[in-house]
């Protein structure tokens, strides 16, 4: 049912209208046969539980402070339940879609080759897009007010997951600083302003100033630019997620606390 397979061709990465796709079986593995690496990905999976690979995907998969896309993939009256998806931590570029047949669902239906059709839960999606929007302008939002007013200040990390959304800085954030934070926030939020899609290389960076957020040349698929998302008007980041259109389609974003330890401070979000 497995098969050596190339890199999933992420569609979403172009398109993140695609609610439904078309795509085509590139394996099918039951969980139990999966690698330790790749069983490590997805710790709740039983012996009922596979693994589909296709050729291409919509599914998010988790990464980048972005929780996983969830969904099905079908064909006819197969339904495979998309749990989670994953990177394959073994073959390089390929994603793994976990999850099991539903009641009464013949696997073997699902046969490589085949084309099957994937659709994500787009509640889920424009969670996801908003928190991590709303993630890049509130990090626009801090660098924008205090990379000149805090000692050894940098945007590191950040987590868009609707429990846990924070980003974190180096420097000590005071808490005196939340209320000029969500004002500079709302004000971005309220201007619409738009989040575009774009592809870099390392001249583009450097072209336009940025030469500090280079990714590693890893992070990028052998021959192809970086993903980029910018905010026109605030910042540019290196990011692989899914986003809104314009900044004010985050809706209420809330600036929840500002906690510091150890030289680092994380600023705390969630949308409403």
Same mark, same amino acid.
């Given at each position: 049912?497995?098969?050596? /397979?190339? &890199? ?20 099918? &593995? ?10 490590? +990905? =997805?710790? $709740? ?5 596979? #693994?589909? %690979?296709?050729?291409?995907? !919509?599914?998010?998969? $988790?990464?980048?402070? $972005? ?9 006819? $009256? /197969?339904?495979?339940?998309? !749990? ?35 659709? !994500?839960?787009?509640?889920?999606? +424009? ?14 939002? %801090? ?12 945007? +590191?990390?950040?987590?868009? #997951?609707?429990?846990?959304? @924070? *980003? ?7 808490? &005196? ?12 939020? #309220? &201007? ?6 774009? =592809? ?6 450097? #072209? ?11 992070? @990028?698929?052998?021959?192809?630019? =970086? ?22 389609? *985050?809706?209420?974003?809330? %600036?929840?606390? !500002?906690?510091?330890?150890?030289? /680092? ?6 949308? %409403?």
């Amino acid at each position: 049912m497995g098969s050596t /397979t190339p &890199r999933t061709h992420l569609a979403f990465h172009h398109d993140a209208k695609l609610h439904n796709l078309n795509v085509i079986v590139s394996s099918i &593995r039951p969980f139990s046969t999966l690698e330790d690496a790749n069983r490590a +990905l =997805f710790k $709740q999976g039983t012996d009922q539980d596979f #693994a589909v %690979v296709t050729d291409k995907t !919509i599914f998010h998969p $988790q990464g980048g402070g $972005q929780p996983s896309d969830e969904g099905t993939i079908s064909h006819g $009256q /197969t339904v495979f339940r998309v !749990i989670a998806a994953r990177i394959d931590a073994v073959h390089d570029g390929q994603v793994l879609h976990f999850g099991h047949f539903e009641a009464g669902a013949d696997p073997p239906s699902f046969a490589v080759g085949g084309v099957v059709e994937q659709a !994500i839960d787009t509640d889920k999606r +424009l969670l996801y897009s908003r928190l991590h929007t709303a993630g890049h302008v509130l990090g626009a939002a %801090v660098r924008h007010l205090l990379e000149a007013e805090v000692a050894g200040f940098d945007e +590191l990390k950040a987590s868009h #997951a609707p429990e846990s959304a @924070a *980003c974190e800085f180096s420097g000590s954030i005071e808490g &005196r600083w939340k209320a000029p934070i969500q004002r500079r926030l709302d004000e971005y939020i #309220a &201007r619409a302003m738009p989040v575009e899609i774009d =592809f870099w290389d390392e001249d583009d960076f450097r #072209a336009n100033g940025l030469e500090r957020l280079i990714p590693d040349r890893s992070l @990028a698929p052998p021959g192809e630019k =970086f993903r980029v998302v910018k905010i026109v008007g605030a910042e540019v980041y290196p990011c692989g997620g899914t986003h809104v259109e314009t900044t004010d389609l *985050c809706g209420e974003t809330k %600036v929840k606390k !500002i906690s510091r330890s150890k030289g /680092t401070s994380r600023v705390s979000y969630t949308v %409403v």
